[in-house]
Each structure stands twice: as C-alpha cells, then as structure tokens.
C-alpha cells in the first residue's frame, strides 16, 4: 500500500513547467532571470518518465550562462540560488530510475568540469554537501558513488581531494542496495552470541544506535506510535535487530532495559563495525532494510524512508 507519493511526483503530476511541444534546443535565460529550469514536454505523461526527464536535463539551461564565478555567484547567479537548485536535484535524483540518474550524473560531472574549475569546484561543493553528508535529508550514497566514479577518470578542480574521494568510494561501495549485507557478530543483553544472519524474517530492519541518542530515541518513538507497523512486527512479519556498535558497556547495559521488548538487541562485543570495515556508520542512527536473504533494501535511510517502505513491502 503506497501511504504517500513524493512531493517531487505530486508536483509533477500537475504539470510543474511542463512544456506543450517538442524538446529542442534550449533557450538561454539571462543571469538577471534566475535560475532557468527545465521545461518538461507536455507529451511525456508518467511520473516516473518526466522526472527522469527533469534530471537528466535539469542543467542544460544552466549550462549555457556565461557569468562570471567567484566567492558568491556560479555562472553570474548567486550562488545560494544555484544551491538551492542542486538540493532539489538532489530530491529529484532519489525519485529517478536508476539509468536515468546515473546518465543525469554523469552529464553533470562532464557538463562542470567542461566549464571551469571555479564552477566544477562548486558542483563538487554542492555533491558533497547534499549527496554524502549524513545530516543531508537527500543524501544518496548511490548518486554520490556514481558521480565520484565519473569525477575521479579525469582532473579534479582540486587534486589534493583525490585521496579522500577514493575513501568515499570504498566507504560508499559497503553494503550497497541489492547487495548482501556484511554478517557480524553481537551480544545480546542476556549474553548470547549471535550473527546477524542467525536472524530470520521476512523483513529486517537494523538499526545502528547509541544510549541516549536523540534522534535514536524519536525513531524508537515513531515505531512504538505506529500500530499498523507495531502489529506487523508482534506477528513476525519484520523484526528490528538494533545493535550497539561503540564500546560503553556500561551505558548500555543501563539503557538496554528501555528499548521495545519485540526488539531484537545487542552490542558489537568484537569492535569489528567500526574497526572493522564493515559498515560505513557516519552518523547514529543509521538505519537499513534487509530482505529475507539479507539483501540490502534501503542503506542509512531516513526514517520516513523506512517508514514508506515498510508500508508499501507489508500491507
């Protein structure tokens, strides 16, 4: 049961900037106009094909300015507008179809570094900062993967980058969606040793949290409030395995006793996620949706994220 469709898609269903002819060359908007957005043709009807028209041609416009860069304007827009623009691309990347975000990627690295390296350095600026960072709500480790992909076959605007965005491609490259997740070992509370893949359901949601976490404590929150999904889970249709991975034993033991008793607990006894590499845990919680086979579904989501897909997998 699908609870909601993306804003991106409500907007699109009506028709946002849709165009009523054939697609040719774009028209060139003078910097003093804005940002120029893309029009999407009128006869391209499904959701799911004008976003991934948006995407992939969302720069075209943009590409063509010919204004100057510096500290506060890209191409003679300023650059807060410019940013602004990239996070709703970045909203539209995480609706798109896989093919059509990654051509969308790929001809926007190409389309930067072919500018400047003032503009390609600011488009690197804006991709870490909304693709990979973990406070990001529209961060896309996907998206961020394939553009570092691109980016680092050719020169950077800053060279002196390469060695960090080749850890990011190692860190990215863990657990991706599709792929099996690492097995690990755990304790649980009352002092069983345990595998991650000892869990069976038909759905698993593993959650990465710490004693006291905030935002650890407001997901837990949501959960509890949620009965359709509380029900689901005191049926056995998904089980939450949430796992401690730093090393207070003492703070856990003292907060263990406050999580959901469906819950499924326990500590990294081992230090192998963290020291380990074998997850990328860049904030807490991180939260990810496995399968039957412990296939990856959804990594380091948000909850909304989560949330939609329980729905849309259980009822």
């Not at 650890?216 to 939450?240: H, T």
């Not at 939260?287 to 909850?303: E, G, M, N, P, T």
Request: charged residues 25%.
């Amino acid at each position: 049961m699908k609870r909601l469709l993306p804003i991106v898609i409500i907007c699109l269903l009506c028709g946002c900037r849709g165009g009523s002819g054939n697609s040719g060359s774009p028209a060139v908007s003078a910097a003093g106009e804005g940002f120029p957005m893309v029009d999407v043709p009128g006869v391209i009807a499904t959701p799911q094909d004008r976003v991934d028209y948006m995407v992939e041609h969302f720069w075209d416009r943009f590409a063509l300015l010919s204004g100057q860069t510096d500290s506060v304007t890209v191409k003679g827009l300023p650059s807060a507008e410019v940013e602004e623009k990239f996070g709703f691309w970045a909203t539209l990347l995480k609706a798109a179809s896989a093919p059509a975000m990654e051509k969308a990627v790929n001809g926007a690295v190409d389309a930067a570094r072919s500018d400047s390296t003032a503009v390609y350095g600011k488009f690197m600026e804006f991709a870490d900062k909304y693709l990979y960072d973990p406070n990001s709500p529209n961060r896309n480790e996907e998206a961020y993967l394939t553009l570092l992909g691109k980016a680092l076959t050719g020169p950077l605007p800053d060279e002196s980058m390469r060695q960090r965005y080749e850890y990011c491609v190692t860190q990215c490259s863990l657990n991706r969606i599709g792929q099996a997740a690492s097995d690990f070992k755990f304790i649980t509370p009352e002092g069983k040793i345990m595998r991650l893949y000892d869990v069976e359901a038909p759905v698993i949601l593993l959650i990465f949290s710490n004693p006291g976490c905030p935002m650890c404590a407001i997901y837990q929150e949501n959960l509890q409030k949620d009965a359709p999904l509380r029900d689901m889970l005191k049926k056995g249709s998904f089980k939450v395995v949430n796992i401690y991975p730093d090393d207070d034993v003492e703070a856990w033991e003292n907060y263990v006793r406050t999580y959901p008793t469906e819950w499924l607990c326990g500590r990294d006894h081992l230090g192998q996620l963290f020291g380990g590499g074998l997850y990328s845990l860049r904030a807490i919680p991180s939260l990810y949706l496995l399968d039957k086979d412990k296939k990856v579904i959804l990594k380091d989501a948000s909850y909304e994220e989560v949330e939609m897909k329980l729905y849309d997998l259980l009822f």
